[in-house]
Each structure stands twice: as structure tokens, then as C-alpha cells.
């Protein structure tokens, strides 16, 4: 007997219809097995979002902490400045006062020598102050954010109404 493939064969107990039928089937599922995956990713990514964000206020207590000792290197350079040009215009003074005294015969050579190694010492105090002044100044406006130095003078001055604002709300 030869087999048709486009026949079926007969099987026993099981009826084909010729004519064309439809199935319908719904499926549904439950994560039994990965629902506690699922909130364990959940935990997972609330304790990382909480990490980030104790790492963002670290960052800006880092930044805050940085610019206040910015600052502070700001307000003792200046104040240094301003020492060390006294101690130059008090040595500038006292040369003059050394060279009458030398020219009346009154001090020594080396007396003069002093009073002029004094005035330059004073001299080289007073420009190593200002430069380090400018170092420590960029330093903080490089930390903040803006460069005064660049900034027009409504700028400077609504930057320092800004400051003094901020600085008494501290």
C-alpha cells in the first residue's frame, strides 16, 4: 500500500475533522519564583540611590569646606600683604634715616649695609605676599566657580552682595 502525504493516517480514537477549526488559549503567570528577585533588585537599588546621594552631599560638604579654607588662605595672604607693605615702607623710612645719619658721619658703613639689606628684604617680603595674595585669590575663584578677575563691575559687585548675603546667614 502506498501512503498519500497529503493524507492523514488514521489514528485510532482520534476523529479529524476536514473541516478548519480554532483554538483560543489564555495564559497567565505568576513570578512565584522571582518575586522575591524582583524586590530584592528593588532593595538593591534604593540602598544604591541612597549611597549616591550620601555621596553627593559628601561632594558638596568637600566643595563647601574647600572654598571656606580658600577663603580664609584669601583673608590671611591679605592681611600679610598688607604687613609685609608696611614693613617695607617702615624700612624705606629707616634708610632714609640711616643715609642722613652715614652722610653726617654719625653710623658706621655697616649700619648703612643693614638698613639697605633690611629695605630689600622687606621689599622681595612684600612682592612674594602680593604674588601668593594672587595664587591663593584664583585658587578661590577658581573653587567657586567664577573669575572676578574677568568679571565686569556689576558683576564684582552683585558677586560680592551675593558673599556678604551669604556670608551673614552664617
Known amino acids: 500500500s502506498t501512503v498519500n502525504p497529503a493524507e492523514s493516517l488514521p489514528v485510532p480514537g482520534l476523529e479529524i475533522s476536514p473541516e478548519p477549526g480554532w483554538n483560543v488559549a489564555f495564559v497567565a503567570s505568576f513570578p512565584i519564583f522571582t518575586g522575591g528577585f524582583n524586590r530584592n533588585q528593588k532593595q538593591k537599588s534604593q540602598i544604591e540611590l541612597s549611597q549616591l546621594q550620601d555621596q553627593q552631599k559628601d561632594i558638596h560638604n568637600k566643595l563647601e ?28 623710612k629707616n634708610i632714609v634715616i640711616v ?41 578661590l ?30
Open 65 to 92: 569646606l574647600q572654598v571656606r579654607a580658600n577663603l580664609e588662605n584669601v583673608v590671611t595672604s591679605f592681611r600679610n600683604l598688607q604687613l609685609n607693605n608696611l614693613a617695607a615702607q617702615s624700612a624705606e
Open 99 to 139: 643715609q642722613d645719619l652715614y652722610n653726617q658721619g654719625l653710623v658706621s658703613i655697616t649700619s648703612l649695609i643693614d638698613a639697605q639689606n633690611a629695605f630689600l628684604s622687606a621689599e622681595i617680603n612684600a612682592a612674594i605676599s602680593m604674588y601668593q595674595f594672587i595664587i591663593y585669590f584664583f585658587t
Open 141 to 170: 575663584e577658581r573653587s567657586i566657580g567664577e573669575y572676578l578677575t574677568l568679571a565686569t563691575d556689576d558683576q564684582r559687585t552683585d558677586f560680592i552682595g551675593r558673599f556678604l548675603q551669604f556670608q551673614s546667614n552664617e
